[in-house]
């Protein structure tokens, strides 16, 4: 909690990376959330492609800590005829509220046909699904002015913003043409004036902070948000307010 | 406790600032007076800065374009390039000869084709060790291997290294461990807890608070400084005390 608002981080994983430091310690995990007010941690695990052993991991981490945080479920559509049962399996079993997709562990751009099945479960659903968006073909946000109007029910929530300035330019694009699109704040990019240009361009009630814990730690992630030039309004938004409001939790 | 406002409760040196344009990329800070309204804008008070056209095109150009960058009051101190060329060489002897010589940065030693060994250093490096001058060395931009062994023949020279990222996550402990002369940067380090990991096994006098601006924005390192088990003490050391005695000031 930071001054009375609940602080909700969108981006983070179950799993470990040792090359790259990342540990799913939730000691450590909860450390540094504690350290910075953040009371609750969307968590995905994206190391199997068949769903199952992805979602049933990150069960068994949340399960220690409900209060602290909430699963996302995970399915690719490298193993399509595993995806729809998964989805129902980790929504209506698990109880997670929201969905992960990372289009760079497969071959196809998130706009292209293997992957609408996902779209067409969660729009009758009324979903929010979050993306790994960045510059490269399979990930670029240009593709949610494909989906956003033909799944009107579906929040698509673009990962990293697109990470790269002209990989943003699109996301924000997008946001500003559909109001089923949201923008995610989490990057090793922690380029000067980057939250102020999201805020300003695409609105503070569509833009989500987001950490990549424990990938990364939350709390110079955070520092992006509470350094950042603009409004304590638009950083209550940020912080939580729309997070609540997509997920509603 | 977490507010939605931040500003340091110790005094703020930046050890790693980058002025003016980059040949491929204009730096959203223009001027002198343009830094320092964003130095004020986070509470630093004084910055080590070099510049941008020394970091892939000039050593000796770039020096002498940061003289204009240079102010009255001293908050702003120049940091002089190098690569081992003659030129370059007598150009850093000649500014330390009007003692205007605090620290040098290595030029990149992967565009310039030289990796980083003594055959093609140890001139620059001799020299540095014998008037004691520190060295900062992007670790972006010399291999691992070449950075330990090399340094190694040089006990009495204290290096800094700089913008270790989380994919140096694996050689960042080594490198402490074999270069006990070696300060690490932080602008850059994100791997969850590693700062308070490093200070138990380092300690303290071995970080230092850098935020690479332009590349990155100046807060949320220092945020993140301020959210940790850093005591006063060491938060002091870690934000502007290690660097003053390197620095001789």
């Known amino acids: 909690m930071i001054d009375g608002t609940r602080v909700i981080d969108f981006h983070g994983h179950v799993g470990r990376w040792e090359q790259y430091g990342m540990n799913d310690d939730p000691a450590r995990m909860l450390h540094a959330m504690d350290a910075v007010g953040i009371d609750v941690s969307c968590l995905f695990h994206i190391f199997h492609p068949d769903g199952t052993t992805s979602n049933d991991l990150t069960a068994k981490f949340i399960a220690r800590h409900p209060d602290r945080f909430v699963g996302f479920a995970y399915v690719s559509p490298t193993m399509p005829e595993r995806m729809l049962p998964e989805l129902e399996r980790a929504i209506d079993k698990l109880r997670f509220p929201a969905i992960k997709l990372y289009p760079p562990y497969t071959p196809w751009p998130f706009n292209q046909a293997p992957w609408h099945p996902i779209y067409e479960f969660a729009n009758k659903r009324g979903l929010t699904i979050i993306f790994h968006t960045d510059h490269l073909e399979n990930n670029r946000p240009r593709y949610f002015e494909d989906l956003a109007p033909m799944y009107p029910n579906v929040n698509f929530v673009a990962g990293h913003s697109g990470n790269s300035p002209e990989a943003r330019a699109e996301a924000i694009a997008a946001v500003q043409k559909y109001p089923n699109v949201f923008l995610e704040t989490c990057s090793t990019f922690r380029t000067p004036g980057v939250i102020e240009q999201l805020v300003e361009e695409g609105g503070a009630d569509r833009v989500l902070f987001g950490s990549d814990v424990p990938l990364m730690d939350p709390r110079p992630q955070i520092g992006k948000i509470i350094t950042a030039r603009i409004s304590d309004e638009a950083k209550r938004l940020v912080l939580g307010g729309n997070a609540e409001r997509l997920l509603g939790i | ?249």
């Not at chain 2, 291997?145 to 996550?169: F, M």
Request: net charge negative; with cysteine.
């Open chain 2, 1 to 249: 406790m977490p507010s939605l406002s931040f500003s340091p409760r110790v005094p703020v040196i930046d050890a790693n600032v980058c002025v003016g344009n980059h040949h491929t990329e204009p730096s959203p800070c223009q001027s002198q007076v343009q830094l320092l309204d964003e130095m004020d804008h986070h509470s630093i008070n004084r910055a080590v800065i070099y510049h941008a056209q020394t970091e892939e095109i000039s050593p000796t150009d770039g020096n002498r374009l940061l003289e204009s960058w240079l102010d009255e009051g001293e908050r702003l101190m120049p940091q002089w390039s190098v690569t081992p060329t003659a030129d370059a060489l007598a150009q850093i002897q000649a500014l330390h000869r009007e003692g205007r010589v605090q620290s040098v940065r290595l030029h990149n030693t992967q565009s310039a084709g030289l990796p980083f060994r003594a055959w093609g250093y140890d001139t620059l490096l001799s020299w540095l060790s014998e008037v004691g001058l520190p060295l900062w060395i992007p670790l972006m931009d010399v291999e691992p291997h070449d950075l330990i062994t090399t340094l190694q023949a040089y006990p009495d020279l204290k290096t800094v290294l700089l913008g270790a990222h989380y994919t140096h996550t694996l050689v960042v402990r080594p490198m402490l461990d074999t270069l006990p002369n070696a300060w690490l940067e932080l602008s850059r380090y994100e791997p969850i807890g590693e700062v308070e990991s490093l200070k138990r096994q380092y300690g303290a006098d071995r970080l230092i608070y850098g935020s690479w601006y332009p590349r990155y924005a100046m807060g949320p390192i220092l945020y993140y400084l301020h959210h940790t088990d850093l005591n006063d003490d060491e938060l002091q050391m870690v934000c502007a005390g290690n660097v003053e005695k390197l620095l001789g000031i």
